[in-house]
């Protein structure tokens, strides 16, 4: 059954931190990563990247191919190779294309620390839309190299995401040059487009995290009037939508009359009302900074403009408001190697800001 979140405290958190603000002027942007020398390279939706090095802050244009700016969509998120130390290899998630037809689709660039070489496209989705909305976007590397990445259902093609062979409300995996892992649970269907599928069923996923203490990847995605999940995937498994689901429609019209179904995954967590989670990153037992949050994913919340922290160590769920100086609408959360909490706002003129342990 689906979990009612409990809250604990509204300060979680026992260390004594410190706030500051590591970039500002930021416009609408979506994502962030640490690079091994420390530096920042943000993302913003119009196709730049902003990269802070100490105290110097740029903006490069990236050389996107087909870039579509609207609704939602944009460049989304960012992510570095594994062996970024040798390959300088930068992966993006964007939305490509234009209304009567615009897709998701991965790149990779390399960055001279710098520059970034012109982005080739590595995957490009099999499934055209005509909307702006829902590319989910978010992109994770697994233990085993391959990438995972979320694909939303287009808003106004919530069935697809029920069909295999259409890649709407989908989590695929591929391979970092682009091809597919010959173990994807659907690699035998007869339909190539089933290949990349790993899991099916989402809606808008923009979490993807791996739990590196239990080994287990964790996704969450926002419903619509409530309905928000966090779920733990498994290959080839059903998350229900449009199926199951615990919030309504927009207009509070009912969406389905089941919120459970044979044969679909209940979601561990059920956020009604919702709370819009955006960003997630998970605080390991191997982070030093903040031990009090260890086993928590911490999730930035764009409507209750919050940070929470949503304990997993026991599956116990408890959710505690964590950091209550930070506020507003946030799109991101990310953790340094020494386990500092990096928060990106949302918006226009957004800064990143970095939480430390004093």
Same mark, same amino acid.
């Given at each position: 059954m689906t979990t009612k979140l409990a !809250?604990? &405290?509204?300060?979680l958190t026992k260390e004594t931190y410190q706030i500051e603000t590591v970039a500002s002027g930021l416009q609408s942007p979506w994502s962030m990563v640490q690079l091994p020398d420390k530096t920042w390279l943000i993302t913003e939706r119009d196709g730049h990247i902003v990269v802070k090095k100490g105290k110097h802050q740029t903006r490069v244009k990236l050389a996107l191919d087909g870039l579509y700016v609207a609704g939602q969509g944009g460049l989304l998120d960012i992510l570095i190779s594994p062996d970024f130390s040798s390959s300088k290899d930068v992966f993006f998630t964007y939305s490509q294309g234009e209304l009567k037809a615009n897709r998701l689709v991965i790149a990779k660039a390399k960055f001279d620390g710098t520059t970034f070489s012109k982005p080739h496209i590595i995957y490009k989705l099999a499934t055209d839309k005509s909307t702006p909305q829902h590319y989910a976007g978010r992109a994770l590397f697994l233990p085993d190299n391959t990438l995972l990445f979320s694909s939303g259902d287009g808003f106004d093609f919530r069935e697809q995401a029920q069909i295999i062979t259409n890649q709407l409300g989908k989590m695929l995996r591929i391979n970092p040059d682009g091809t597919i892992p010959s173990d994807n649970p659907f690699i035998d269907h007869s339909d190539p487009t089933a290949h990349a599928v790993f899991s099916f069923g989402h809606r808008n996923p923009q979490g993807l995290v791996y739990d590196d203490d239990k080994q287990r990847i964790v996704s969450h995605e926002h419903g619509p009037a409530g309905g928000d999940e966090l779920n733990f995937l498994t290959a080839g498994?059903?998350?229900?939508?449009?199926? $199951?689901?615990?919030?309504?429609?927009? *207009? @509070?019209? @009912? $969406? &389905?009359? !089941?919120?459970?179904?044979?044969?679909?995954?209940?979601? *561990?967590?059920?956020?009604t009302p919702s709370i819009a989670p955006s960003g997630m990153a998970y605080y390991s037992t191997r982070f030093n900074g903040f031990k009090s949050l260890h086993g928590h994913a911490l999730i930035t919340a764009l409507v209750d403009k919050k940070l929470y922290a949503v304990d997993l160590a026991n599956d116990s769920f408890t959710q505690s408001h964590v950091f209550p100086e930070i506020s507003g609408r946030l799109r991101d959360v990310f953790i340094t190697h020494n386990g500092n909490i990096a928060i990106l706002e949302d918006g226009k003129n957004a800064k990143l800001k970095l939480l430390s342990v004093k």
């Open positions: !809250f604990a &405290s509204e300060t498994k059903n998350y229900g939508w449009p199926v $199951i689901t615990y919030g309504k429609d927009y *207009s @509070r019209a @009912r $969406i &389905s009359p !089941f919120t459970e179904y044979e044969g679909m995954l209940q979601p *561990s967590i059920n956020w």
